[in-house]
């Protein structure tokens, strides 16, 4: 679900802060988890300005809180173990708190995360020392500096190609709330359609084929990933939708019990729940007021 208090709310680093007086640097406030906002605090301790640097280093995801184009970005960097990132999308809600609600390409301007945005679009990962944009490389890159993307360029290009599918599935998933509710219904039709003939056969027949736990190769990619991600939520709305399909049935247990994701599976982790009305008129609000 996405309000403002959520996505506020959300903002919260995990672990515990180190002690010291500055009680801004704690504040719920999304603004006070910036670097300045700990700059501004007095002089830092050795342990604070570890805590800073901790903090600095966190991928930052500038997004609203809930599923849409980011889930997939939170899914790898779950399953590469690095759950502590700050997930940031206050700026717009600032703005519209001080001046009402205002599109996308107005935001951008009197923003901070606006101004490094380079097409005008989220989602946005600040990582690194970049402010990366469009999914698939924030996916790429995420995937190749977390050994989730093969082992050479064949194994890599496979893995791509199997991301690239499953993301056209999946996407049909990111638009469907979206639909007006007549073609909601025709559209669980078409994706079940298109799961069960187009997608679902070339993975189960490639999961038989190699009698690997793994879509490629004998570890985990970013291609195995996605795809959980997409059974996933695809059962959520079509629960037997693996029913034809044995070798991807156990497949998604045993991904599923990959104790990163695991984790994030379980209650309480950074995966965002299915989207709902608010989620849509939210979105609405904040990209096409
Ligand atoms: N190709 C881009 C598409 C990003 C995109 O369409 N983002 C939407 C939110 S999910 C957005 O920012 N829309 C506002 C706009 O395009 O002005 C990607 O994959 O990241």
Known sequence: ?????????????????????????????????????LCSSGAPSGLQKAWKAIMT??????????????????????????????????????????AGPLPMTDWWKVSDTGNHLLFQQVPMVEIDG?????????????????????????????????????????ELLIMHPFLKPDDQQREVVNMAQKAIIRYFPVFEKILRGHGQSF??????????????????????????ILSAFPFLQEYTVKISNIPTIKRFLEPGSKKKPPPDEIYVRTVYSIFMP
Not at 3 to 24: D, H, K
Not at 222 to 239: M, N, R, S, Y
Request: some cysteine.
């Open 1 to 37: 679900m996405l309000n403002i208090a959520v996505s506020i709310g959300e903002i919260l680093p995990e672990p515990r802060p180190p002690p010291g007086p500055p009680a801004a640097l704690w504040s719920r406030r999304a603004a006070d988890s910036s670097p300045s906002a």
């Open 57 to 98: 280093e966190r991928p930052k995801l500038h997004y609203p809180n809930a599923r849409g184009r980011m889930e997939s970005v939170r899914w790898v960097l779950a399953a590469a173990g690095v759950e502590a990132y700050l997930p940031l999308m206050h700026e717009p809600l600032q703005c519209r708190a001080v």
């Open 215 to 240: 879509l490629v190769g004998n570890q985990l990619s970013l291609a195995d990933v996605i795809l959980l991600q997409t059974i996933l939520a695809l059962e959520e709305k079509i629960p037997n």
């Open 130 to 170: 970049m402010k990366l944009v469009q999914t698939r490389s924030i996916l790429h890159y995420i995937a190749e500096k977390h050994q989730l993307f093969g082992k050479d360029l064949k194994e890599r290009t496979l893995i791509d190609m199997y991301v690239e599918g499953t993301l056209d599935l999946l």
